[in-house]
C-alpha cells in the first residue's frame, strides 16, 4: 500500500490550500517543498541581516470562500483593505481608496463611480466561476453543461445593455477602455495598472488586460506574511506532513492493471516515497517536461505545453532602510503606490523589455510592509518592496551582476525622485530578475502565474485542454498551481478546485 493518498508538490499558497482540503477529507497527505520554508512567492525570507521580505508583497483578491472555508481568521490572517496611489513626482496624487477616487479631479472622480458600479456587476457576475472547475471542450456531460449555463445565467441576468457591454470591454486594450471614461493621465495609469501586472502586456495590448481587472476585483486583502502562516497552520491542522528541503528530481510512473499511473516521486536525494496520486503547484512545464518527462505523454500535448508562454516581466527590488521613506506629498507610504505618470510610460518601458531591453524609466509598485508588520525589519527600520515592470527573464546582451547593478540603481533612481532623502537611508539593496526568481523558486520563467494570463491560456484552456481540469493525461497525477484555471496571484482558487477534483 502507498505510505500517503496524496503527495503535493511545492508548498506554494495553492499547494497548502490543497493540502488542507484533502487533510480535512480524512487523506494522508504529503507536502514537500525544496525551498527551507514554505510559502512560495509568499514566503518571507532574510534578504539582509535582520530584514525579511517576500516577493508577493501584497494579498488583494484571495477567496473569501477559501478563507472561510479554512478558517484563516482564526490562523491569523484578518481581511485588510490597501490604498491604492498613483505618484505624480509632485504634492498631488490620485489615491483610490474604499471605492472613491481623489486627487483626478471632480469630473474623474464622478466618471469612477459609474465606472466601478459597472466593473464590479461584471466582476461579480464571474467570480463564482473562479471556485469552478471549467467543463472540458466538448464535454456533454450533465455537470459540465450545468456549469456553463449557470455562468450563462449570470451573464443573461445582467441584462441585454449590459451584457453587450461586458462583451465588448473584456476584449478591448485597457487604454481604450479608461480613455473612454477619464481625463487624467495619471488616473488612466492608475486604473489601468491592476490588468498589466505581472504580466506581458502593455496599455495598448489586446486579449486579456480587462478580463484580468475583473479578476482581480474579487476576494479579500491582507498581509501576505499573515496569509503564508495561516495556509501553513490550516494545512497542518487538518494533519498534512509539510516536509521542507526536499526538492523532487522526477515523479515516479509505474505500470498497474490499468495501465501506466504517476505512482509517487523520487526526491534529489534519491528517496522514493509512494502515494495514490501526485498534485503539482508547480507550473505546467515543470511539471510535465522537467519532472515527468514528455516519453509519457502526447506529442501533441507535449507541444502545447513546450508552447505556453510563461516569461516573467518583473523584477523585485528589496531595500533594507534605515528609516521610513517620505514620499513628496505623502503623510505616509500607504498601501500600493504606483510610479507611473502616464499609460506612454508603461507602453514605452514594455516597448524596450519586449525586444529584450530594460526601460531607462522603469515602472514599478511599491509597498512599505514593515508599516503594518514590524517583525520585517528593526526597530525604527523598515523594507521597501518594489515590482519592477518591465523587466525580461531574456535579456538580449544576458544577465551578468553588471546587469543587475544597472536595473536596480536605475529602479532606486526612479524612486528617488519621488522620495528624495531615500539614498541616504538604504542600508541593503537586492535585485531579483525573473531569470532569478526562475533559479531561486523554480518557477519556470520567473513568471508570477505561472503561464501568461491571456485568453488563449484562460478558463478551459488553462494550461491546455487534456490538463484543464486538474487531472491530467497520466492517471494519477493532477495539477493544482497557478498555472491551471483560474490563475495566478494570491488567490487560492487552483488549490481549491484541484482538492475538489481529487476528492470526486
Not at 213 to 224: A, F, T
Not at 230 to 251: S, T
Not at 400 to 424: H, K, L, Q, W
Request: glycine share 10%.
Amino acid at each position: 500500500m502507498p505510505e500517503y493518498d496524496s503527495i503535493i508538490i511545492g508548498a506554494g499558497h495553492n499547494g497548502l490550500v490543497c493540502a488542507a482540503y484533502l487533510g480535512r477529507a480524512g487523506q494522508q497527505v504529503l507536502v514537500l517543498e525544496a525551498a527551507d520554508t514554505p510559502g512560495g512567492l509568499a514566503a518571507t525570507r532574510e534578504f539582509h541581516p535582520g530584514f525579511r521580505a517576500s516577493v508577493a508583497h501584497s494579498v488583494n483578491h484571495f477567496s473569501a470562500g477559501v478563507a472561510a472555508d479554512l478558517d484563516l481568521e482564526r490562523h491569523g490572517f484578518r481581511p485588510q483593505a490597501h490604498a491604492l496611489t498613483g505618484l505624480d513626482g509632485g504634492r498631488r496624487h490620485v489615491v483610490l481608496r474604499d471605492g472613491n477616487l481623489t486627487g483626478a479631479g471632480a469630473d474623474d472622480a464622478a466618471a469612477y463611480a459609474d465606472y466601478a458600479r459597472l466593473l464590479q456587476r461584471f466582476a461579480d457576475a464571474l467570480s463564482p466561476s473562479w471556485l469552478k472547475t471549467m467543463p472540458r471542450i466538448g464535454s456533454s456531460s450533465l455537470g459540465d453543461l450545468s456549469t456553463f449555463a449557470q455562468l450563462g445565467f449570470r451573464l443573461l441576468r445582467l441584462g441585454k445593455a449590459d451584457m453587450r457591454e461586458f462583451l465588448r470591454i473584456t476584449s478591448l486594450p485597457a487604454r481604450d477602455l479608461v480613455d473612454e471614461y477619464f481625463d487624467s493621465a495619471l488616473a488612466k495609469a492608475l486604473l489601468s495598472w491592476d490588468g498589466l501586472i505581472g504580466a506581458k502586456l502593455a496599455p495598448r495590448s489586446p486579449n486579456s488586460a480587462v478580463l484580468a481587472m475583473l479578476y482581480r476585483m474579487s476576494g479579500i486583502g491582507g498581509s501576505v506574511g499573515a496569509l503564508a502562516t495561516a495556509l501553513l497552520r490550516a494545512a497542518e491542522e487538518a494533519g498534512a506532513e509539510i516536509r521542507c528541503g526536499a526538492a523532487v528530481e522526477c515523479i515516479l510512473v509505474r505500470a498497474g492493471a490499468q495501465g501506466l499511473a504517476a505512482t509517487g516521486v523520487r526526491l534529489d536525494d534519491g528517496t522514493e516515497i509512494e502515494a495514490s496520486r501526485i498534485i503539482s503547484a508547480t507550473d505546467p512545464r515543470r511539471t510535465f517536461v522537467r519532472l515527468l518527462g514528455v516519453e509519457y505523454l502526447d506529442i501533441g500535448f507535449t507541444n502545447r505545453i513546450r508552447r505556453l508562454r510563461c516569461d516573467g516581466y518583473v523584477a523585485k527590488l528589496h531595500l533594507a532602510l534605515a528609516g521610513l521613506p517620505s514620499f513628496d506629498g505623502l503623510a505616509a507610504p500607504d498601501g500600493r503606490l504606483v510610479i507611473a505618470p502616464d499609460m506612454d510610460a508603461i507602453e514605452f518601458a514594455y516597448d524596450d523589455a519586449k525586444y529584450g531591453e530594460c526601460s531607462k524609466n522603469p515602472v514599478m509598485e511599491i509597498t512599505v510592509p514593515s508599516i503594518t508588520d514590524t517583525s520585517l525589519a528593526p526597530a525604527g527600520q523598515h523594507v521597501l518592496s518594489a515590482h519592477v515592470m518591465y523587466v525580461p527573464h531574456a535579456l538580449k546582451a544576458g544577465w551578468s551582476d553588471a546587469a543587475r547593478d544597472a536595473i536596480r540603481e536605475r529602479a532606486i533612481d526612479t524612486i528617488a525622485a519621488y522620495a528624495p532623502g531615500i539614498r541616504g537611508q538604504i542600508v541593503h539593496a537586492e535585485l531579483l530578475t525573473p531569470f532569478d526568481l526562475e533559479q531561486r523558486y523554480r518557477v519556470t520563467g520567473g513568471h508570477w502565474h505561472h503561464a501568461e494570463f491571456a485568453m488563449d491560456q484562460l478558463l478551459m484552456m488553462r494550461p491546455t485542454y487534456e490538463a484543464a481540469q486538474y487531472a491530467t493525461p497520466v492517471p494519477g497525477l493532477y495539477l493544482c498551481g497557478a498555472g491551471s484555471h483560474p490563475g495566478g496571484d494570491l488567490v487560492g482558487a487552483a488549490g481549491h478546485n484541484a482538492a475538489r477534483e481529487v476528492l470526486r
